[in-house]
């Protein structure tokens, strides 16, 4: 069975930095995109930062610049380094694998609570 699990949310005020996250379980990683996602009140959950097997990068544009994705596959583990948070940024993130950055599994994590004070 399947299991992520993330981790590292927190609360921080505006440009502060926090690292999330995502050790996977019942599944090797190495061959899987793995991506972040995150979803605020009363919002539709949106994709915020993707890596490719091959160690490609993607990010949202409102993220460009602060956020930066990262992988371990000998601890079956992705990372999400957010740096100068903002308000706007509070959400609940999750992170997915994927097949691609394009195609994605059905496996969600639980998430964790990013919470930006101003």
């Known amino acids: 069975q399947v299991q992520l699990v993330e981790s590292g949310g927190g609360l921080v005020q505006a440009g502060g930095s926090l690292r999330l996250s995502c050790v996977v379980s019942?599944?090797?990683?190495?061959?899987?995109?793995i991506g972040w996602y995150r979803q605020a009140p009363g919002k539709p959950r949106e994709l915020v930062a993707t890596?490719?097997?091959?160690?490609?990068?993607a990010y949202t544009d409102s993220v460009k610049g602060r956020f930066t994705i990262s992988r371990d596959n000998a601890k079956n583990t992705a990372y999400l380094q957010m740096d100068n948070l903002q308000p706007e940024d509070t959400a609940v993130y999750y992170c997915?694998?994927?097949?691609?950055?394009?195609?994605?599994?059905?496996?969600w994590g639980q998430g964790t609570q990013v919470t930006v004070s101003s």
């Open positions: 019942g599944r090797a990683v190495s061959l899987d995109a």
């Open positions: 890596i490719t097997s091959g160690i490609t990068t």
């Open positions: 997915r694998l994927g097949l691609t950055a394009t195609v994605w599994y059905n496996y």
